[in-house]
């Protein structure tokens, strides 16, 4: 993680470590690719968002998920249609053997609070979700695998950043214009439901905790004791890991 004009932010040469099976998963899958003696492009990709919201995962485990994580967490999201369009010109451009991050432009440089309530607004329902729990500046586990990331080289070589956050919430709006009579009077019911479904009510403290919260719940839906559940992950929590050895985008 280096400075970039006084923003901290992920660079494609940071080191990457994997605090989950499905990051995990995804390193080793990548040091196979760069294993190969073929020409090879990595992409790494931010937070895809699209405007069609029958392809975003819109469902309780999500929102369980998402109201779990900090609300000041840092992540930085892309419309899928530029991502679609950086794996399309990465098989022609000049990029063999690089690592790129595939982040939005700065506008999609976002905390999680601001992207739900972005969406839900521009889905004609402002203030439906209920504010969540900050992460705790003093821990540097109890916070989410993203953060905000370098994508100058990316951008100059695939030249793939044509949607802004605020033009996809804009399309977003126009698409479900009619929400916008009934949305105030359904995010009021919305939200009297998500608080009460939220994994921080009438839970003690003032921090997120996402892995505390979000663990053991898979882990009862599965079957599958806490603890086992811990140790299926890729590996233990590390020892002294750094928030900017932890939020590295996969």
């Known amino acids: 993680m280096k400075l970039e004009s006084h923003v901290l932010v992920v660079w494609s040469v940071d080191a990457a470590r994997p605090y989950d099976v499905y990051s995990g998963q995804k ?18 990709l931010g937070a895809v968002l699209s405007p069609d919201m029958g392809a975003l995962p819109v469902t309780t485990d999500a929102m369980y998920f998402q109201a779990a994580l900090p609300s000041d967490g840092r992540v930085q ?12 010109a990465a098989t022609t451009a000049d990029v063999a053997r690089e690592i790129l991050l595939i982040g939005g432009d700065d506008s999609h440089r976002l905390t999680y609070a601001e992207v739900t309530s972005g969406l839900v607004a521009a889905l004609g329902l402002p203030g439906a979700m209920p504010p969540g729990r900050p992460g705790d500046p003093n821990s540097d ?28 919430r804009a399309e977003l709006s126009k698409k479900y214009r009619l929400l ?38 898979w882990a009862s839906r599965y079957g599958i004791g806490p603890k086992r559940f811990q140790r299926r992950r890729f590996h233990a929590r590390p020892t002294a890991v750094t928030r900017a050895d932890q939020n590295c985008i996969w």
């Open 27 to 44: 390193s080793e899958a990548e040091e196979i690719v760069r294993a190969s003696k073929l020409e090879w492009v990595v992409l790494r």
């Open 77 to 88: 999201t892309v419309d899928v249609r530029d991502v679609a369009w950086a794996f399309a």
């Open 141 to 168: 586990d109890d916070w989410f695998v993203t953060d905000w990331m370098d994508t100058t080289r990316a951008q100059e070589a695939l030249h793939f950043q044509n949607h802004s956050w605020p033009e996809l």
């Open 180 to 217: 916008r009579y009934p949305g105030p009077l359904i995010a009021r019911l919305v939200r009297v439901v998500m608080a009460r479904r939220s994994p921080y009510r009438n839970a003690p403290g003032q921090y997120a905790d996402p892995w505390g919260k979000y663990v053991p719940n």
